[in-house]
Each structure stands twice: as C-alpha cells, then as structure tokens.
C-alpha cells in the first residue's frame, strides 16, 4: 500500500495545524493512514455601553390664584335686664326657657326684718349667625418638563433652567 499522498482537494492549512504539517511531511508508511484535522469554532460573547440619547428633565412651580371659600360662625350674646321686685324666700336657680338662659340677680333689704327680693332677670338669648367669606389663597403646583436629545449632541453645559 501506498503512503498518504496529497490531493488537489485538501484545502491548504491556513492556520498552520502542526499534526497536519508533519502528517505530510512524514515518509511514506506502509500502512494506510490518513490524518484528519479537527477544528473547532468558539465565540465570545460581550457587551459594551452604547449612547442612545440623552434625557434632561426638569420642574416647573406653576402658582395659581384661588379663593378659598368657608362658611364661618360666630355668637352673639343679648342680655335683656328685666325688672321683677318681688320678695322671694329663697334664691331661685338659673333657668333656661327655650333658647333663654335667665339667671336671677338678688338684693338683701334691711327692714325691721330680713328679706330676699328679686330685684332683676338677667335673660341672656344666643343668636347663631353663619356668614360666608372668601379669602385668597396661593396653591403651587410642580409639573416634569422630559427633553430627549440626540446622543451625538454635546452634553448641556451648566444646570437646566
């Protein structure tokens, strides 16, 4: 048998495989051999920043002019004195009559004897009285303002307005 020889068909060895060169380099065997390469890809696999844009975002106070509305309450008080002058034997107590609060005011008389005379009510009526006002007021609102620019222009100098 004869030894490996080349043939046109076997693609040169670009990337210098030592067991290929020597394969034919060798002397002829007398067996048949044949040497055939093996070859192996790999890939590495990475990855990298890429600027795709820019983003500037800011705020904005927006202020807005308001009035504010509120049903406020206030009291008056009205005390009506109202003579009475009668004698009584004891002091009567505070009272109320319907929306009236009366409160007696005694006197002591010196006579040969003493006595208690009623000499005024106080009659105190509570009005409620609800009056509506409006006051002005300042409400301040933020909003975001987003800015996307081109990742090739140069990146705004100083602080955004």
């Known amino acids: 048998m004869a030894g490996p020889t080349r043939t046109p ?9 030592p067991v290929l060169e020597e394969a034919m380099r060798s002397a002829p065997r007398s067996m048949s051999e044949e040497v055939i390469p093996l070859v192996e890809e790999s890939a590495v696999v990475g ?60 006197e002591e008389v010196l006579v040969v004897e003493k006595r208690l005379v009623l ?4 009659h105190i009526r509570r009005r409620v009285e609800q ?15 987003v800015e996307r620019t081109d990742p090739e222009d140069p990146a705004p100098e100083g602080p955004p307005t």
């Open 9 to 17: 068909t076997t693609p040169p060895n670009d990337e210098g495989v």
């Open 47 to 106: 990855k990298r920043e890429v600027v795709t844009g820019r983003v500037r975002v800011r705020t904005v106070t927006d202020t807005i002019e308001e009035l504010a509305q509120a049903d406020v309450q206030h009291e008056t008080v009205e005390v009506t004195r109202v003579p009475v002058g009668r004698v009584v034997e004891t002091a009567p107590e505070i009272r109320t009559e319907g929306d009236v609060t009366i409160v007696p005011v005694l």
């Open 119 to 122: 000499k005024q009510e106080l």
């Open 131 to 145: 009056e509506a006002v409006e006051v002005p007021i300042t409400l301040r609102k933020q909003r975001a303002i």
